[in-house]
T-cell receptor, first 116, second 116 residues
Framework: AQSVTQLDSQVPVFEEAPVELRCNYS??????LFWYVQYPNQGLQLLLK??????LVKGINGFEAEFNKSQTSFHLRKPSVHISDTAEYFC??????????????FGQGTELSVKP | GAVVSQHPSWVICKSGTSVKIECRSL??????MFWYRQFPKQSLMLMAT?????????EQGVEKDKFLINHASLTLSTLTVTSAHPEDSSFYIC????????????FGEGSRLTVL
C-alpha cells in the first residue's frame, strides 16, 4: 500500500528566504510523485511531477523537487519565496499512471506562510 | 492548462435535504473523474472514481447510497449528497482525467457544503 507523509504541517518563512517542504513516501512498486498547491477555498493546481527520467524536476512559479529513491523522498524547494506563495501544499503519490487507472494518494498538507 | 469547473461553489442546506454538485470539464472530454472530500486543515480523501457510462467505484468506507455519483456524459459528473446531515458539511473537490499518455488530472475549484 502506498502512503505519503509530509513532515511539517506548518512552515513559516520570511519573504525572499529559501524554503523546503518535506515529503516522504512509501510504495512497493513503481512510483509517480506530484506536488500540488491549494489557495484558500480553491481546488488544486499542479506544481510539478516526477514520472521518470531526471530526478530533479522543475515546476511552475520557480519551484523544484528532487526525487530521492534511496531516501524515499520528494522534497519541494524554492530559493526565494514571495508573499503570493502563501498557500497549502500537498504531496501525492501514485503507483501507476493516472491514464492506466492510477489513483493519487495525498499527504496531509503543509501550510506555507510567507511573512514580509 | 485544461479547465474543470464545479458548481455551486458554496451551498447551504437544511438537514434532511439533498444537494447536487456538478463537475464539468470545459475544454476536454473526461472518461474518468474523481471526487474528493476535504475537511478543514486536512488532506483530500478520495471518495469515488466516476466513469462515464458506468457505475462509480467507491472507496472503502464511503456510502454509495449516501453519495450518489452520475457520470452521464464525457464532460459532466454529478455528486448528490442525499439526506444531508451536519456531519456531511465539508469541501468537496472533483478532478477530471485528461486523455493522453499520462492522463494528467485537473481539479475543480471545490464546493463548500454546509448542512444546518
Amino acid at each position: 500500500a502506498q502512503s505519503v507523509t509530509q513532515l511539517d504541517s506548518q512552515v513559516p518563512v520570511f519573504e525572499e528566504a529559501p524554503v523546503e517542504l518535506r515529503c516522504n513516501y512509501s510504495s512497493s512498486v513503481s512510483v509517480y510523485l506530484f506536488w500540488y498547491v491549494q489557495y484558500p477555498n480553491q481546488g488544486l493546481q499542479l506544481l510539478l511531477k516526477y514520472l521518470s527520467g531526471s530526478t530533479l524536476v522543475k515546476g511552475i512559479n520557480g519551484f523544484e523537487a528532487e526525487f530521492n529513491k534511496s531516501q524515499t523522498s520528494f522534497h519541494l524547494r524554492k530559493p526565494s519565496v514571495h508573499i503570493s506563495d502563501t498557500a497549502e501544499y500537498f504531496c501525492a503519490v501514485s503507483d501507476s499512471l493516472v491514464a492506466q487507472g492510477g489513483k493519487l494518494i495525498f499527504g496531509q498538507g503543509t501550510e506555507l506562510s510567507v511573512k514580509p | 492548462g485544461a479547465v474543470v469547473s464545479q458548481h455551486p461553489s458554496w451551498v447551504i442546506c437544511k438537514s434532511g435535504t439533498s444537494v447536487k454538485i456538478e463537475c464539468r470539464s470545459l475544454d476536454f472530454q473526461a472518461t474518468t473523474m474523481f471526487w474528493y472530500r476535504q475537511f478543514p486543515k486536512q488532506s483530500l480523501m478520495l471518495m469515488a472514481t466516476s466513469n462515464e457510462g458506468s457505475k462509480a467505484t467507491y472507496e472503502q468506507g464511503v456510502e454509495k447510497d449516501k453519495f450518489l455519483i452520475n457520470h452521464a456524459s464525457l464532460t459532466l459528473s454529478t455528486l448528490t449528497v442525499t439526506s444531508a446531515h451536519p456531519e456531511d458539511s465539508s469541501f468537496y473537490i472533483c478532478s477530471a482525467r485528461k486523455p493522453g499518455n499520462t492522463g494528467e488530472l485537473f481539479f475543480g475549484e471545490g464546493s463548500r457544503l454546509t448542512v444546518l
